[in-house]
């Protein structure tokens, strides 16, 4: 069974400055996919980015970026910039590629502050 | 709005009653997922359907659960016989059958069982 860790229950940034969020994960499968979400206080989650695995190029969307290590199985986020409305839990995720798994497998979350 | 919605938004319930909880999807969204978050953890993934048919379910999902997707549309999730270890957030998402299979979220039931 995969699962994801989240090693850092609670990070916090200065407005502007640039954060990294770390997440690692366990699998044997060797196609997956990798997603950080975002859930605002009171909010629904929504997906920040995704990596495919087979991808060695890591993704990027505006000020999102990930650092995907597929030997280390890491899969962190940075966030440049920070802005006050990123203040949120993060969730990263793991899925099967087509063919596995429809499941998501959630981490428990990293809550960041950001502060003015 | 056009998102995934869910109804109620919150419940609270006596221990040892039966709950219904509803999701409507993304309308041309044919998978449709329940998930379950408590407090201070991750969403645990429970079920998943595409169209109509339940494809998938986790251990999690003991016999007092049950989820059905008529039609292909809407979902509903029964909880009966509730327990207190049955508060949390009960979570929909809709996905379109596509390579990346983004999961779009609805804003939960959050429902405490007293």
């Known amino acids: 069974a995969q699962t994801v860790t989240q090693s850092q229950p609670e990070m916090s940034v200065q407005e502007a400055e640039t954060v990294t969020l770390s997440c690692t994960y366990d699998?044997?499968?060797?196609?997956?996919?990798l997603f950080w979400y975002k859930q605002p206080p009171s909010r629904q989650m929504i997906l920040v980015i995704r990596?495919?695995?087979?991808?060695?190029q890591n993704a990027t969307e505006n000020r999102f970026s990930v650092n995907f290590q597929k030997a280390a199985k890491s899969f962190s986020l940075k966030i440049s910039d920070s802005q006050l409305g990123d203040a949120a839990m993060y969730f990263c995720?793991?899925?099967?590629?087509?063919?596995?798994?429809?499941?998501?497998?959630f981490g428990k979350g990293t809550k960041l502050t950001v502060n003015p | 709005d056009t998102g995934v919605s869910q109804d109620p938004r919150h419940k609270i319930t006596k221990r040892g009653q039966n709950v219904t909880f509803r999701c409507d999807p993304i309308?041309?969204?044919?998978?449709l997922y329940w998930y379950r978050q408590t407090l201070g953890q991750g969403p645990e993934f429970l079920t998943y359907?595409?169209?109509?048919?339940?494809?998938?379910k986790s251990r999690l999902l003991s016999d007092r659960f049950s989820a059905e997707r008529p039609k292909g549309s809407f979902s509903t999730l029964e909880i009966q016989r509730t327990e207190q270890g049955d508060s949390a957030m009960y979570l929909c998402?809709?996905?379109?059958?596509?390579?990346?299979?983004?999961?779009?979220f609805g804003p939960g039931t959050r429902l405490t069982v007293l």
């Open positions: 359907f595409q169209n109509e048919a339940q494809l998938e």
């Open positions: 990596q495919e695995a087979y991808k060695q």
């Open positions: 995720a793991y899925r099967s590629a087509p063919g596995g798994s429809e499941k998501l497998v």
């Open positions: 998402a809709s996905s379109l059958e596509q390579v990346y299979n983004e999961q779009f």
């Open positions: 699998t044997s499968e060797s196609d997956y996919y």
């Open positions: 309308s041309e969204h044919n998978r």
